[in-house]
C-alpha cells in the first residue's frame, strides 16, 4: 500500500480548513488543519508534510512566516499561499521565498485541486529521480 501525501492547511477562519480537509481526504490525503500559525508551525517541527496550503495574513504568524520555516526546515515541502490580499509584491516576495503558488481568494476550487496536483506530480518526480 502506498503512503498517502499528508497536507497541512492553515486557515484562521475554521471553515476554510473544514471544507479543504473534506475535499482533499476524499482525494486520498492525510490532511492537518490548523487555525493559528504558531500552532502550524509547533505541528510541522513534530510531523512532515508534503504540502502545505496557507492563508497570509493571520496573527502574528502568518503564512510567510510559515513559508519561511518550511523551506529553512523541510525543503521538498511545496508551500501554496492563498490571500484575499493579492497584490504584484506580496506573490513576488512569496515565491522569491520559494512559494510553489499563490492564489487570491475567492479561488474556484479545481484552482487549488489542480496546484495541489502539480505540486503532487513534482514530488513523484523528485523522490523517483
Do not use: Q, W, Y
Not at 484562521?12 to 475535499?23: A, M, N, Q, S, T
Request: glycine content about 8%.
Amino acid at each position: 500500500m502506498e503512503n498517502k501525501l499528508r497536507i497541512m492547511i492553515v486557515d484562521d477562519e475554521p471553515i476554510v480548513g473544514k471544507r479543504l480537509k473534506r475535499l482533499f481526504e476524499k482525494e486520498g490525503f492525510e490532511v492537518g488543519t490548523c487555525t493559528r500559525g504558531s500552532v502550524a508551525i509547533e505541528e510541522l517541527k513534530r510531523k512532515h508534510f508534503d504540502i502545505v496550503i496557507t492563508d497570509l495574513m493571520m496573527g502574528n504568524v502568518d503564512g510567510m512566516k510559515i513559508l519561511e520555516f518550511v523551506k529553512t526546515n523541510h525543503h521538498v515541502t511545496r508551500v501554496i499561499i492563498i490571500t484575499g490580499f493579492g497584490k504584484k509584491e506580496t506573490a513576488a516576495e512569496a515565491f522569491s521565498k520559494g512559494a510553489f503558488a499563490f492564489i487570491i481568494k475567492p479561488f474556484k476550487i479545481d484552482e487549488l485541486r489542480e496546484v495541489v496536483r502539480k505540486a503532487c506530480a513534482g514530488l513523484k518526480a523528485k523522490s523517483a529521480s
